[in-house]
Nanobody
Framework: QVQLVESGGGLVQPGGSLRLSCEASGSFFNINVMRWYRQAPGKERELVADITSGGITSYADSVKGRFTISRDNAKNTVYLGMNSLKPEDTAVYYC?????????????WGQGTQVTVSS
C-alpha cells in the first residue's frame, strides 16, 4: 500500500517560481521511478518530468530548462522546482510512483496540487 501526498502548489505571477513536494509513505520498492504529470482544464494529461532512484532525470520539452526534478530517498520525497513560470503552466500537478521492479508492476498517484500562474 502506497500513499502519495503533494504540496507546494499555489498562485504565482508569471516569471515566478514554486517548488512542489510529494512524500511517499507505505510499502514500496526502493528501485523505482517518480514522475510529475500535469493536467490543465480541457487538455490532455502531460508527463512533465521523471527521475529514477539513481537520479537520472528527463523533462518534457515544454519545461526543459525551467523545471528541475529531484528526490530525497531518505525522506521518500520527490520535488519539482519550477522557475520562469508561464500562464500555460497552470494545471493540477500530480506525482506518480512507478514501481518498475515490483511483480506485478504498480503505479500509484497522488491527489494533485493546483498551480496557477497569473498576474
Amino acid at each position: 500500500q502506497v500513499q502519495l501526498v503533494e504540496s507546494g502548489g499555489g498562485l504565482v505571477q508569471p516569471g515566478g517560481s514554486l517548488r512542489l513536494s510529494c512524500e511517499a509513505s507505505g510499502s514500496f520498492f526502493n528501485i523505482n521511478v517518480m514522475r510529475w504529470y500535469r493536467q490543465a482544464p480541457g487538455k490532455e494529461r502531460e508527463l512533465v518530468a521523471d527521475i529514477t532512484s539513481g537520479g537520472i532525470t528527463s523533462y518534457a520539452d515544454s519545461v526543459k530548462g525551467r523545471f528541475t526534478i529531484s528526490r530525497d530517498n531518505a525522506k521518500n520525497t520527490v520535488y519539482l522546482g519550477m522557475n520562469s513560470l508561464k500562464p500555460e503552466d497552470t494545471a493540477v500537478y500530480y506525482c506518480v510512483l512507478d514501481e518498475l521492479t515490483r511483480s506485478p508492476r504498480r503505479t500509484s498517484w497522488g491527489q494533485g496540487t493546483q498551480v496557477t500562474v497569473s498576474s
